[in-house]
């Protein structure tokens, strides 16, 4: 299943809504998923390199928990891309903000980015490598 703009709103809605313990100390609470995102990791010029698919394990507010075939590291800059219908992808800046072994990442979404056409990415992707 690949995780949908529609889908990820849903979620983020419906964790909003949600009580929170006291000994939750996390900043959102995070609801487990298991779907794929395609990612576009950005170099130290910010520019973008290779899209890859991953796998989501958790969303909130705040980011996503990624498992991650690459070596994505604390601070990394990246774009997630999730498919809207009828309309061109959600792109959102995000970061690397903790690793958790080879392949689990906890990011955060920074802010989305203004309506980035796919056809433009793609030209960036191609001009990079």
Not at 26 to 50: D, T
Not at 69 to 79: C, N
Not at 110 to 118: F, I, N, T
């Amino acid at each position: 299943m690949l995780l949908t703009a529609e889908m990820n709103q849903q979620i983020v809605k419906a964790l909003r809504s949600d009580a929170r313990t006291v000994q939750d100390r996390r900043r959102y609470p995070r609801v487990g998923l298991r779907a794929r995102i395609n990612i576009i990791p950005l170099n130290e010029n910010r520019q973008p390199m290779k899209a890859e698919c991953v796998w989501v394990r958790d969303v909130s507010v705040g980011g996503f928990g990624l498992i991650v075939r690459s070596k994505l590291e604390p601070g990394q800059l990246f774009v997630v891309r999730l498919d809207q219908r009828g309309e061109e992808p959600l792109s959102l800046l995000c970061d690397v903000v903790n690793r958790h072994g080879e392949d689990h990442v906890g990011t955060r979404i920074l802010r989305p980015l203004a309506h980035v056409k796919s056809s433009e990415m793609r030209a960036l992707q191609s001009a990079d490598q």
